[in-house]
C-alpha cells in the first residue's frame, strides 16, 4: 500500500461515514429547531465533522500503537506495521482535528465546533483508556 493510501487508513473511512451519516440525520431531526433548512451549512458541518472525526481516528491509533502492534487483529494497522511512523500519524490527526475544529467553529458556528472538540477529547481521554479496564 502506498503512503497516501495508509495515511487514509488512518482516517478509518467506514467508521467516519457512518459518522457523517448520524450527523446528517441530527442536522435535519434538528433543523426545524433554527433558521429556515440550509444545504450549505449542512455541507459545511459534514465537512468539519469528517476531518474532525478522522483526526480522531488517527490520534486514537496514533495513541494505541503499542498495543495494536501486540493485537494480531490490529498489527497490520499503518503505524504499528510501520508503514507510518508514530510521529506522522500523531500530527496528521492533529491537523485533521484542528482544521476540522476550526472549520465547524468559522464555518458552521462555536457550539458545534466545541461539542466536535469534546467528542474528540472523550473519545481520545475517557473512553480509550477505560475500553483497556472496562467492558
Known sequence: MNRFGSFAELTKPRITTFILMSAAIGFMCGAHLGPAWNWVVLLHMLIGTGLIASGTAALNQWYENEGDAKMRRTQRRPIPS??????????????????????????????????????????????????????
Open 82 to 135: 510501520g508503514r507510518l511512523t508514530a510521529r506522522e500519524g500523531f500530527w496528521f490527526g492533529v491537523a485533521l482535528s484542528v482544521a476540522g475544529f476550526a472549520w465547524l467553529c468559522l464555518e458552521v458556528n462555536l457550539l458545534t465546533g466545541f461539542l466536535g472538540l469534546f467528542t474528540l477529547a472523550s473519545y481520545l481521554f475517557v473512553y480509550t483508556p477505560l475500553k483497556r479496564v472496562s467492558p
